[in-house]
């Protein structure tokens, strides 16, 4: 006869789904069905066992065959359900349950009802544990807390914590984590400031939120104030520091985590590899990479990602092939890691092998490639493979598309670039910001005005880069008074604000039209009204500008006066402008200053001669000429480069 307790000693040696089926046959056999107790201990065990295929549904009949099931075996048989994927069927077998809840039934259907995001039931579990007489628990009040942050209903969750009438600490990192994933600081710091005991949890917490919205010292000074602390408090410390680009802090932090006796684990490895990549020194990415092995958590796909990406980052790409090579299990974020590595370091055939030898591409795959063709100059290759996207019916995303404009862009193909606007239009994508702008950058750079100035128009959101494309395509198009109309209306606007890129097209627009005056107005703007300091470009314009004009004085007075060291351009445009109006003492000393910074620069040889010519300083012209000669400086003839034609 089986009896409850050789029932458990054989559930403990049960080793496959035969054996199984044997216990549970024997247990109908002796008439246990009508133990709720033993019932209980075979519905706990089938919910939760890997030997049979679908161990809810069998822990369903086997309920159904219980005669008095307890609270207990009903509560199995819901988180079973919620276990196996399918919190949706936790209402319904709740409301046909024989058993009354315990104080355990409500916290499952709660959890159920976050997994689905359902605030509306779970306003009817709250409903029903006010009922059954549970609504001051705790353990029932800290899960309707968690459901409703799930659920997205901070207020309710504050309702139920605010009721009290007593709370642990599991209440309070409740309330403290809804704040958080909200992204609400002020709540969370009261919250947190109200604590009676700040634990590892809570302390993790705010670090986390604090990095999030950039708050560096507050993060730092929750981290040190702290008085315990837990390997996710020193994660969060490190994520912050990686979230907010400042590796070497996070890398300083592990340092001094070592110190302790701490484990390492997936998560803290995963944050400390990614500063070594972005940080790009190889060195801590090794030390990092041995301390993984030590700890033995190279067989963890993310792991070996991070691996791939820091030794892509520091140059290392056969190592980091290596990796992806010697890799068990590949996601396809391995794959995508590997071919933006091979591109970042320039390896352009090495990324279309790979990616050609995918099983499966995303999105991220084919925008990863084109990108990065793109950015290594390989336009042509990045069309190619957008053709080749096209046809196998894969819709790209915003980042991809914006890609391929970049690569007609850069290819001066503007039939192309028709032809992906008119494939935007047909597949009614939003033109965003980025898409405009660079829709608009295409067809300004194409000499095509009139279908820039038509993406302008229809723009919904009109931002600084689209106005400064706009305002920068005109003046190099030669529209100048356009170009500075259109300025106008972006300061009348109120949706944008000039900003450095606004003015070096303004500037432009002034020294290609000639206008001095509207020029000095503009850079006094720049820097009194919109406090931009001018950069290089900005200073390159004006001295242009008041160099072709014949004010060349004050363009050297500006280059002397620049807060920055003035480049060759800058000074290269006001020796133009002295061999242009015969201000020749000037232009000698600046040409001479021109050869020395560039001494292979045959223009600069060039222009410097013939002032010398003009002067008649015949000797000066032949050291000249000998020193080009001792340099190997040959003068290059000029030429122009024009596409015929680009096949689509």
């Not at 900005?538 to 050297?556: F, I, P, Q, S, T």
Request: net charge negative; glycine share 6%.
């Amino acid at each position: 006869m089986l009896t409850v307790s050789l029932l458990d000693a054989h559930l403990a040696r049960c080793c496959s789904a035969r054996h199984l089926l044997q216990i549970h046959a024997q247990f109908i056999a002796s008439g246990l069905l009508a133990d709720a107790f033993a019932a209980s201990r075979l519905l706990l065990f089938t919910s939760a066992t890997r030997f049979l295929p679908l161990p809810f549904h069998h822990s369903f009949r086997l309920l159904q065959l219980v005669h008095h099931p307890n609270a207990f075996s009903c509560n199995t048989l819901l988180k079973a359900a919620l276990l196996a994927g399918m919190p949706h069927l936790c209402l319904p077998l709740y409301a046909s349950l024989p058993a009354s809840p315990d104080a355990y039934t409500h916290p499952i259907l709660a959890a159920a009802c976050a997994a689905r995001r359902d605030a509306a039931e779970g306003g009817q579990v709250h409903s029903h544990a006010i009922r059954h007489g549970f609504g001051d628990n705790l353990y029932v009040r800290n899960a309707l807390m968690h459901m409703y942050s799930a659920c997205g209903c901070l207020w309710d969750a504050r309702k139920v914590f605010d009721a009290g009438p007593t709370w642990d600490a599991v209440s309070w990192n409740t309330i403290l984590a809804a704040y958080v994933h909200a992204g609400d600081a002020d709540q969370a710091l009261g919250v947190f400031a109200r604590m009676p005991a700040r634990n590892a949890t809570a302390v993790s917490s705010m670090v986390s939120l604090f990095g999030k919205r950039g708050m560096v010292d507050e993060a730092r000074r929750v981290f040190d104030e702290a008085d315990c602390r837990d390997i996710f408090t020193w994660t969060a410390m490190i994520s912050c520091f990686g979230r907010n680009n400042m590796f070497a802090e996070a890398l300083h932090v592990f340092s001094c985590m070592r110190r302790e006796p701490w484990p390492l684990d997936e998560a803290l490895m995963v944050s400390v590899v990614a500063a070594c990549a972005q940080s790009e020194i190889i060195q801590n990415g090794e030390l990092c990479h041995g301390l993984i092995i030590r700890a033995g958590l190279c067989s963890l796909v993310n792991v070996q990602n991070v691996l791939i990406h820091m030794y892509s980052c520091c140059l290392d790409v056969v190592a980091a092939r290596r990796l992806f090579d010697s890799s068990e299990r590949l996601d396809m974020f391995s794959w995508n890691s590997m071919i933006a590595g091979y591109l970042k370091n320039g390896h352009v055939k090495d990324a279309m092998a790979l990616f050609s030898a995918m099983p499966h591409k995303d999105n991220v795959s084919w925008s990863t490639l084109i990108s990065g063709c793109v950015q290594n100059n390989q336009s042509s290759d990045a069309l190619s493979v957008f053709d080749s996207m096209r046809s196998q019916g894969i819709r790209p995303d915003e980042v991809t598309v914006v890609s391929v404009i970049s690569a007609c862009t850069n290819l001066s193909a503007l039939e192309k670039g028709r032809s992906v606007h008119e494939y935007i239009r047909q597949n009614n994508y939003y033109i965003t910001l980025v898409l405009g702008t660079s829709l608009i950058d295409m067809y300004m750079k194409c000499g095509c005005l009139e279908a820039a100035l038509e993406v302008f128009n229809i723009m919904e959101e009109k931002g600084t880069p689209c106005w400064n494309a706009v305002i920068v395509g005109l003046a190099m198009n030669g529209l100048v008074t356009k170009a500075l109309d259109m300025f106008s209306e972006m300061e009348a606007s109120g949706t944008a604000i000039p900003n450095e890129i606004t003015f070096t097209g303004v500037l432009s627009a002034c020294r290609n039209a000639g206008i001095v005056e509207e020029g000095r107005h503009f850079f006094k703007l720049m820097r009194h009204k919109y406090q931009i300091t001018p950069n290089i470009r900005h200073y390159g314009c004006m001295v242009d500008l008041l160099g072709r004009a014949g004010y060349v004085k004050e363009a050297e007075d500006m280059i002397e006066s620049m807060p920055l060291s003035p480049d060759a351009p800058a000074w290269g445009a006001l020796l133009g402008a002295c061999w242009k109006h015969g201000e020749n003492e000037v232009g000698e000393r600046v040409g001479r200053k021109l050869v020395d910074m560039d001494p292979h620069h045959d223009g600069f040889h060039a222009m410097l001669s013939n002032i010398y010519a003009k002067e008649g300083m015949w000797q000066s012209v032949n050291d000249l000429r000998g020193s080009m000669k001792q340099r190997h400086v040959i003068k290059v003839s000029g030429h122009t480069v024009l596409e015929l034609s680009h096949s689509s």
